[in-house]
């Protein structure tokens, strides 16, 4: 059973910057990803990060959003800048199978089989 761990949320004022980490126990993935849930929402997809180390971002928060993994494939970042009260959330990070990369499917719930239990990211005015 692959875990995911994530790390680094808190509660930050508008205007500051989070990094978030998750970190797998598996030996490496191809494709891993963000997701966020807010109060009364869905889930979606953030961000995603593949074989090449490039990514997708949600549209709404490309401009500040960035995602990165370790060479090993096994460490997960997110690095927000500029936070706004909308982006207060629980944070999910989620991995693929070791040999699935993410393609153009990196922002779907169902490219991830495997899903850490989520850090809260708090953001006031």
């Known amino acids: 059973q692959v875990q995911l761990v994530e790390s680094g949320g808190g509660s930050v004022q508008a205007g500051g910057s989070l990094r978030l980490s998750c970190k797998s126990s598996a030996s490496t993935h191809r494709c891993m990803g963000w997701f966020r849930q807010a109060p009364g929402k869905e889930r979606e997809g953030v961000a995603s990060v593949g074989i090449d180390f490039k990514g997708t971002l949600l549209d709404s928060v490309k401009e500040r959003f960035f995602a990165s993994k370790d060479r090993i494939k096994t460490t997960l970042y997110l690095q927000i800048n500029n936070l706004r009260p909308e982006d207060t959330a629980i944070y999910y990070c989620?991995?693929?199978?070791?040999?699935?990369?993410?393609?153009?499917?990196?922002?779907?719930?169902?490219?991830?089989?495997?899903w850490g239990q989520g850090t809260q990211v708090t953001v006031s005015s």
């Open positions: 989620a991995a693929a199978r070791a040999d699935r990369d993410c393609g153009s499917d990196g922002l779907k719930e169902g490219t991830y089989t495997y």
